[in-house]
């Protein structure tokens, strides 16, 4: 949550910050500023709204200087107001939060005498405590200052009287940072610096990073300069970029395939799947006695159908736990525990508490994580990077079907190395993951008469998913994919539990995508339909190809390919991806940036 940009170098610094800006605008898009440090002194222009208000604003103002800092937010404390934007300005102090200042209070009653606040912000009184404790040495006041700030942070400080450099420093909330020969970049994530650089590094928690204009470095608190471990992203500018496309979104959904490609091929060797190069030796999954699958939203959804996938061909009991639960819930779980933390952008704090708290009571832990060297990949004792690329849309789609890939990979891996599988049925089971992968061409081809039939929708109110096994995990999906992006209410039911009380909610034309693609509930499945539609549901079918269907039962019917039960998810997800997209569309709403969401849930 909040995106932050900080520079020092050759180049005129809101330029920077704005574009940079423009990178991270899927991290909050309540309102967004930039401060430059020009030769009038430090310099501050804040919008509300998404950063094009910030430009329109900056029309009206030019300054120049080479160093400087933004911040795009995603309000938390304080509501959303020019006053409450960042950069917070305290007397020498001028700076960018992402976090929580959980002792604000503490500290507003121990430094605050005397002292008027412009805003409602915790941030406002972070940077009354740096300005407090300046003494004209950055450094030390930075050290003095995490030695009283609780919660979570990162920060990038310019001072008033120190020209030209840019201080940072980070608990819990992200910072990555690199040098270009354009100058010295530090951001919340890498996508903001990609148009300079592929090399950065994460800056370690409680440790300050300095930028200047031709260097930066990096100290401990106790003064020890510290090396930066790097890190490389093997995609470029173009990757971050709509590239035609008129949302984010249509885009990250046409890149499925490639995103498959791009996590399955990797894994293969001899036609198996094989973590070697990831040194995920397969004695983690020998002695275990079960598994717990812990994620966000989406993320969470790839877990469900990770459960299905595993219990059926593992035969082992596996747990899916909503992160912000599980933390909180004092968890049965040991060393015979394998705990599968799934998350794209990897900072995710429920999902990193979590992990923390699995690692505590000695649990193998596991990350399926797309962004490289994010926090819950480090923390992890094993990492299964998805390759997505970036995903930029706020709503997750291509991130979500490689999760699924990566637990499909596992469940193949698992089921051979605990014997529930031969050898010749796991090569099957690839073959059937390259036609679940190619499936997703197919369900892209029905794009045109998917933004068809989703003109009946746009004007409704109400929507049900309905679904069994693998199918309501993607009935989950589908339901958080629309509402999110369409502000359609809709729910996800286990099409079985919808008479226990949910069915009187469906009258005359209500929305009803029913999800069938299981042939083992097939029968079951066409029951409830005709319990919806009796009552007037508008319903919207998926189901395989060729399978026997009575036209009185749908309103709409789609297809995807003649598949085995476990591979289905793929394309139909792509279905429910694009039904969502074009009803977000027809009611003319900002698809990439819903509101009140952002992309990276980095506060609690
Ligand atoms: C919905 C969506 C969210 C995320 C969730 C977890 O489209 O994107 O529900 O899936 O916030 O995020 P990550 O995967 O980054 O941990």
Redesign the pocket.
């Known amino acids: 949550m909040c995106g932050i940009i900080g520079f020092s170098g050759s180049l005129e610094a809101a330029d920077v910050l704005v574009t940079g800006l423009e990178q991270l605008e899927y991290r909050g898009y309540d309102s967004a500023g930039i401060a430059v440090q020009s030769k009038q002194g430090i310099q501050s222009v804040k919008a509300v709204g998404n950063v094009g208000a910030l430009k329109e604003k900056l029309k009206e103002k030019v300054f120049h200087g080479s160093c400087g800092i933004g911040h795009t937010r995603w309000a938390t404390h304080g509501g959303v107001s020019e006053v409450n934007a960042h950069p917070h300005q305290f007397g020498k102090i001028t700076l960018i939060h992402n976090g929580i200042i959980e002792n604000y209070k503490e500290i507003w009653e121990e430094y605050g005498a005397g002292k008027t606040l412009v805003s409602q912000t915790d941030t406002e009184i972070a940077a009354l405590l740096f300005d407090k404790l300046y003494q004209g040495k950055p450094e030390e006041t930075i050290k003095k200052a995490v030695s009283i700030l609780e919660g979570s942070y990162a920060f990038c400080i310019i001072f008033e009287d120190i020209p030209d450099i840019v201080y940072c420093v980070r608990k819990v909330s992200p910072l990555v940072a690199a040098r270009a020969k354009e100058g010295s970049f530090v951001a919340s994530d890498v996508t903001a610096l990609i148009a300079y650089t592929q090399d950065y590094f994460v800056l370690p928690e409680e440790t300050i990073l300095v930028l200047k204009q031709d260097t930066l470095y990096l100290e401990d608190l106790d003064g020890n300069q510290v090396e930066p471990e790097m890190l490389h992203v093997n995609w470029d500018t173009t990757a971050a970029q709509k590239n035609g496309y008129p949302h984010y979104m249509i885009k990250e959904i046409h890149e499925q395939a490639e995103a498959l490609r791009n996590t399955i091929l990797p894994r293969i060797k001899d036609n198996m799947p094989n973590f070697e190069a990831e040194q995920i030796p397969d004695s983690i999954f020998k002695g275990i006695d079960q598994i717990k699958i812990v994620?966000?939203?989406?993320?969470?959804h790839a877990g469900m159908v990770g459960k299905v996938l595993l219990e059926k061909r593992v035969r082992i009991p596996v747990g899916v736990e909503i992160a912000s639960e599980f933390r909180y819930q004092n968890p049965i779980i040991n060393e015979k525990t394998l705990v599968i933390v799934?998350?794209?952008?990897?900072?995710?704090i429920d999902?990193l508490a979590s992990l923390r708290q699995a690692k505590s009571k000695k649990a193998i832990t596991l990350a399926i994580v797309?962004v490289k060297g994010s926090t819950i990949a480090r923390e992890s004792d094993y990492v299964l990077y998805t390759h997505a690329g970036p995903e930029i849309a706020?709503?997750?789609t291509k991130?979500?079907t490689v999760q699924i890939a990566a637990l499909v990979l596992l469940t193949m891996r698992m089921a051979y190395v605990s014997g529930m599988s031969d050898i010749e049925v796991i090569k099957k089971d690839y073959e059937l993951l390259k036609l679940a992968e190619e499936a997703v061409h197919i369900s892209l081809a029905k794009e045109e008469e998917i933004k068809e039939l989703t003109n009946i929708l746009k004007e409704k109110e109400d929507l049900f998913f309905i679904g069994r096994g693998i199918d309501y995990a993607l009935s989950c999906e589908g339901s958080?994919?629309l509402k999110?992006i369409s502000y359609i209410h809709s729910e996800a039911y286990a099409a079985g539990e919808l008479k226990h009380g949910t069915i009187s909610l469906i009258t005359e034309g209500v929305p009803v995508i029913a999800i069938a693609t299981q042939e083992s509930v097939y029968a079951k499945m066409i029951s409830n339909i005709r319990e919806v539609r009796a009552r007037g549901a508008l319903v919207i079918l998926i189901t395989q190809e060729g399978v026997e269907v009575e036209p009185s039962i749908y309103n709409y019917h789609l297809t995807i390919p003649k598949l085995p039960d476990e591979f289905t998810p793929i394309p139909t997800a792509v279905l429910l991806q694009l039904i969502a997209y074009y009803t977000s569309v027809h009611r003319g709403l900002n698809v990439d940036q819903p509101r009140n969401l952002a992309?990276?849930?980095t506060v609690e």
């Open positions: 994620a966000c939203g989406t993320a969470m799934i998350s794209q952008s990897g900072e995710t999902t797309n706020v709503a997750s991130a979500y958080i994919k999110e992309k990276s849930v």
